[in-house]
Nanobody, 116 residues
Framework: QVQLVESGGGLVQPGESLRLSCAATGFTFSNYVMRWYRQALGKERELVALITPTGDITTYSDSVKGRFTISRDNAKNTVYLQMNSLSPEDTAVYYC?????????WGQGTQVTVSS
């Protein structure tokens, strides 16, 4: 049974940093692309970043490029999202996603709030 559990969200001030984690179980994590999405209140869910199975390729949305870094530790079955220079526009629920055997699996999400 595939499970994804995000953690690391919280309330921070503009300019501060957070690191999100997503722990995966139930599939061979090291074989799959992992993605981070976010959904702000009243907006559609958007892809923030993805990372290939070996971590050699990462891509980012324009809104976070240069500020966020996705990484993974295949020994720990965990994907991370390091978020720097946070702004109020980054306030959202952040989700990780895996596509396994043709189905999408999502975590429960972790709230990130950026406010002074």
């Amino acid at each position: 049974q595939v499970q994804l559990v995000e953690s690391g969200g919280g309330l921070v001030q503009p300019g501060e940093s957070l690191r999100l984690s997503c722990a995966a179980t139930g599939f061979t994590f090291s074989n799959y692309v992992m993605r981070w999405y976010r959904q702000a209140l009243g907006k559609e869910r958007e892809l923030v970043a993805l990372i290939t199975p070996t971590g050699d390729i990462t891509t980012y949305s324009d809104s976070v490029k240069g500020r966020f870094t996705i990484s993974r530790d295949n020994a720990k079955n965990t994907v991370y999202l390091q978020m720097n220079s946070l702004s109020p526009e980054d306030t959202a629920v952040y989700y990780c996603k895996a596509r396994y055997q043709g189905s999408d699996y999502w975590g429960q999400g972790t709230q990130v709030t950026v406010s002074s």
